[in-house]
């Protein structure tokens, strides 16, 4: 298990009051990253009634309110902190999670935390130039990446190539327990193609 986020203790006050002004018992918090281990992520804290917890949910310790995490998220919210900073406005409640854009991996990363590494460390920079990227949407049966192009790759007349030679070709090198690569992109839109 990663290092568990930190709630300070000026967030913890604040949230807490917050949370008396629900008026329901034990309701807590859900911290989780919408589209983790992407530049589109984004770090979500939620209100969670009794019981509106995921079953695989963590159960943050020593914290004065009920707080869990996504279990999906938890990789890319290791070393993040939720502060809270009181002004003259009323104050500002912040999350930094460094690693949630681009979360540290290992050999017991999952597939898909592996694919979107290679995706966006070594892919993407290459499709940049061309204005276009590519982005997984699931791990399907049997370890299949589904994944759809974006930008000057939708549509393109390269595309086939791009992902024969360039994105399956590096993802599966690099990935040996993926079972093969599906791209879900609808080509048939070639507004912003880099080749017609």
Known sequence: MARQIEITESAQEYLSELLGKQKKDNMGVRIFIEQPGTPSAETCLAYCNPGE?????ILLSGIRFPAFIESRSEPYLED???????DRMGGQLSIKAPNSKM????????VEEKINY????EIN??????GGEVSLVEVAENRIAILRFGGGCQGCSAVDITLKEG???????SIPELGGITDVTDHTDRTKAFYK
Request: aromatic share 6%; no cysteine.
């Open 53 to 57: 917890e995921m079953e695989d949910d």
């Open 80 to 86: 993040a902190v939720i502060d809270y900073s009181p």
């Open 103 to 110: 979360p540290k991996i290992s050999e017991d990363s999952s």
């Open 118 to 121: 290679i995706l966006w460390t």
């Open 125 to 130: 920079p290459s499709l940049a130039s061309h």
């Open 167 to 173: 994105v399956e070709k590096t993802l599966m090198e």
